[in-house]
Structure formats: structure tokens, C-alpha cells
């Protein structure tokens, strides 16, 4: 018996957002099909994505990564149809979205492409921000059902346009977090009271909804994750992957991304990404120790990886108050970027095929550090030239050393003073000429030709500083 009803729709991934959004949508009068990796107790929870798409026709995915994206829409094509209509809310970055979009349409069925920004405070208020990329008519049928959980929905153009907005908006939200850490870090042990910089920043050009929701936590040691480390470090990722698909240097992200995976490597990685601050504050938080590892994440619908920092899109307001926005449609948009749950392991148990730059941050951090040698040879060679080519200056000549007796105290020695006077044109002719001795190279290993006239990569200087003094 069909399960259908007047206004049905699905939602797969039970995370903090999904677990919200699909309240939200049965406060609207939907019925709201669910399905989760882990079982949860939900209204309408099914026992697999085939069956929510069986009695649904519009289906919104809250999942965090590739594989997780893959395995679900793998596990549903079958029973897909033209009438259906697919919602990516997940930031997975362009390539899989792109990728999931030709397996969805190929079933005759439409895609959308919505990441979101928001928080789980959001998300119960039902003010999320949708970045929609896809066709038009899809938008349509779906805009009655994004307004119900958002406040502002911004088109983006075409399937992968607002996946790719979704990731830069995530780096510039990382970066963020970390350049503020480093100013907190320097106005306290400075010794001035942490409140002068948030008063400070409060009227300043500089201030940001991150900055709104992560300076309060690092002043206040509160690393309960609204958006955790390791889903921020996996988004940085594909900024990064994304980078080197266009032969862009980003060394503030890729040094980011470094502060990052150190953060991972002490434990992390389910905290809040402000818990960045703790690289500067002189003790481990409570409690780290006792984190699971991070070969083994928690299941998709457990995951609580939601961004806060999408409440105070629009007009900043005191730090500790955010109003929220009347719903609209707008052509720009400042809000902060979301990530939801993981999914270690695929749909009906599968292995979890590989699906985009996984450990892309990690091989460029090594690979940062693998080229040490040759960029202290290349700064080594630098100098050298420049020394050697560098005129000589001749330092004036002491001669005529005169000892003179200075009167002592009876009884004592008096001891001898020596006295340089300036060397005449006559005690210089006749001074025995010795050749300069060319600087000693601070390092003699000779230059690649291949790298010779570059610039110096700073990001790697910063990094090889970091790995020799850890």
C-alpha cells in the first residue's frame, strides 16, 4: 500500500540539522519520510533511502561527505522516476556534486544542489540559508519546501556553482577563526583584558558572524561543537583540492589547514574548529584525552557538526544578541557556512568507496615539509649571491699601538692601556697588504636551476619552523 499522502517529503541524514529540518517541515503539515544510517526514534523512519524515495518525491540529504552522498543516491536510483526531484544539502565540493547530479539524472529525475549555512539554533528557528544551484523549474517545485526551514534562499546558477561558494565560504570561516585565536593570543599575554578586544571589535570594520560566535567560546574555554574540527578541516580540503584544480596558491588556508591538522593530532577533531584557540593557551582542555579516535567517527545521524556562525548573517548587532531576518530571496548573501554528519561505512553495510581529496591537506602538508631542503638551499643561495656580488668596504686600519703607564696605587702594578690612533697614508703604504676573505656561506650546497629565480614560498618556511621546533 502506497505510503503516499497530499504533501509528503523525504529527508535522509538525522543529524542536528536534518533532525530539525524535518520538524520543522511536519510543523508545516508535511509528512516527512526519514531515513539514518544509525536507526533512530523518529516519526516515519524507513528502512532504507529506496523506501523514503518510494513514498516521497521531493528528498532532501543531510549527509557530510562523498561517499556517504554516493552510497545514498546508489541505494535509492532504482525506484527513481521523473516526478522525483533530489536535494543535496551536504558539502561534498563541486566534483561529487556534479558527479551525483549525472547518476540522478540519468534516472530521468531532477537535482538541486543546496548547501546551507546555518546553525542548529537556526535550524530550530527555522532560519537556515540555502545556496540552490540547479534549473529552474526543480527550484520551483522545491522553493515552497526551502522556505519553511530558511530565511533567505540564494540561487546560484548552475549544479556545482553553490557547492563551490559553499567551500570558499567555509575557508574564509576558517581562516577567520585562526587569525582571531592568534589576536586573542596576543592582546592576554600582552596583559590586557580580553573584553578590550571584543569591545574593540565590536565597532570595527573587521568584525564577522564567526568572530560573533567564536570569540565568546575561546574567551569562555566552550568548545561544544556547533561546527566540528574535523568536518571544518575536511571542507578546507576540498578549498584546497579546489586550489590546485586551478593552480591557485591559497597559503593562508593551506596554513590553516596545517594549524588544523595538528589540532586533529592532539585529539580534537569533535570539539568546536575554535578550539584552535587551545594551540595558545597553556594547558590541554579537560577532558581530551577521552575523545574517540579519528579513524572511528561517530555514525551519521550523531554527528553535532552544525555552523553557528549563519545566525548573524546580515546586520551585526551586539555581540550577545543576533536577530533574525525576514525570509527572502537574495542575489548576495555574508552568511557562514554548515557542515552535517559523517558516514564512515556505506548504505546497507558496503565499504565506503573514495571520493574526493580525503587526505589532500595531509599529503601538501607533508610534501610542505618534504621540500625543506631545497628552499633553505635556494634562501642559502640567495644571500651567498648577494654577498658575493655585494662591493667591499674596507673597515679604516688601527696602527701605532701605544702602551702607556697610567699611575697605580702604591703597592699594585700598574697595568698597560692600549691606545689605537688612526693609521696615517705613510703607515698604510707600508703595511703588509693581506687579500679580504670572501663570507663564509651560510649554506654551501649549490641552488637547483630549476628552482633558481623564484620566489620564496613563505608557507613553507612557516611550516618547516613549526616542524622543527615541535
Known amino acids: 500500500m502506497s505510503r503516499k499522502a497530499r504533501k509528503n517529503v523525504g529527508v535522509i541524514g538525522l543529524g542536528i540539522i536534518g533532525t530539525r529540518v524535518a520538524a520543522g517541515l511536519r510543523a508545516a503539515g508535511y509528512q516527512v519520510y526519514v531515513w539514518n544510517r544509525s536507526a533512530k526514534p523518529a516519526p516515519n523512519f524507513l528502512g532504507s533511502p529506496a523506501e523514503v524515495a518510494e513514498s516521497a518525491e521531493i528528498i532532501q540529504i543531510f549527509v557530510s561527505d562523498a561517499q556517504a552522498l554516493f552510497d545514498v543516491v546508489e541505494a535509492m536510483s532504482a525506484v527513481l522516476t521523473p516526478k522525483h526531484v533530489i536535494v543535496c544539502n551536504s558539502t561534498v565540493g563541486p566534483e561529487a556534486v556534479l558527479e551525483t547530479a549525472q547518476l540522478v539524472q540519468a534516472r530521468g529525475a531532477q537535482f538541486l544542489d543546496a548547501p546551507f549555512t546555518g546553525s542548529k539554533i537556526a535550524a530550530e528557528k527555522r532560519q537556515l540559508v540555502y545556496y540552490v544551484g540547479g534549473a529552474e523549474p526543480a527550484f520551483q517545485r522545491v522553493r515552497p519546501i526551502l522556505e519553511l526551514t530558511s530565511k533567505n534562499i540564494i540561487r546560484m546558477g548552475e549544479v556545482g556553482h553553490a557547492a563551490t561558494i559553499k567551500v570558499v565560504t567555509n575557508m574564509i570561516s576558517a581562516v577567520t577563526a585562526q587569525v582571531l585565536a592568534e589576536a586573542l593570543s596576543i592582546v592576554q599575554k600582552a596583559g590586557l583584558e580580553p573584553e578590550m578586544l571584543s569591545a574593540a571589535i565590536e565597532m570595527n570594520a573587521c568584525r564577522s558572524g ?162 625543506v631542503s631545497s628552499q633553505r638551499q635556494e634562501l642559502g643561495a640567495i644571500l651567498n649571491e648577494h654577498r658575493n656580488h655585494a662591493p667591499k668596504i674596507e673597515p679604516p686600519r688601527l696602527e701605532a699601538l701605544q702602551v702607556v703607564e697610567s699611575p697605580a696605587p702604591e703597592g699594585k702594578s700598574a697595568p698597560a692601556v692600549v691606545v689605537a690612533e688612526p693609521a696615517t697614508a705613510e703607515s698604510t703604504a707600508n703595511a703588509p697588504t693581506e687579500e679580504p676573505k670572501p663570507a663564509e656561506p651560510t649554506n654551501p650546497e649549490v641552488i637547483d636551476e630549476k628552482t633558481a629565480g623564484k620566489p620564496i614560498n613563505f608557507v613553507r618556511r612557516w611550516f618547516v619552523g613549526r616542524s622543527q621546533g615541535s
Not at 256 to 270: I, P
Not at 311 to 328: D, H, I, R
Open 210 to 371: 564567526v568572530i560573533d560566535l567564536k570569540l565568546p567560546k575561546m574567551l569562555s574555554g566552550d568548545y561544544e561543537p556547533h561546527f566540528s574540527l574535523k568536518h571544518m578541516f575536511k571542507d578546507v580540503q576540498l578549498g584546497i583540492h579546489m586550489a590546485n584544480a586551478l593552480d591557485i596558491e591559497i597559503p593562508a588556508t593551506t596554513v590553516t589547514a596545517g594549524v588544523m591538522y595538528g589540532a586533529l593530532n592532539q585529539g580534537w577533531g569533535d570539539f568546536d574548529f575554535s578550539i584552535l584557540y587551545k594551540n595558545y593557551t597553556p594547558s590541554p582542555t579537560e577532558g581530551l584525552e577521552e575523545l574517540p579516535a579519528l579513524d572511528q567517527p561517530e555514525g551519521a545521524g550523531d554527528a553535532a557538526n552544525s555552523d553557528g556562525a549563519g545566525e548573524s548573517a546580515g546586520a551585526l548587532v551586539p555581540l550577545a544578541n543576533v536577530l533574525p531576518q525576514e525570509s527572502n530571496i537574495i542575489p548576495i548573501s555574508d552568511a557562514i557556512s554548515v557542515t552535517v554528519e559523517p558516514s564512515p561505512t556505506g548504505v546497507n553495510g558496503a565499504p565506503a568507496r573514495e571520493i574526493g581529496p580525503t587526505e589532500e591537506a595531509a599529503r601538501i602538508i607533508e610534501a610542505v615539509i618534504a621540500h
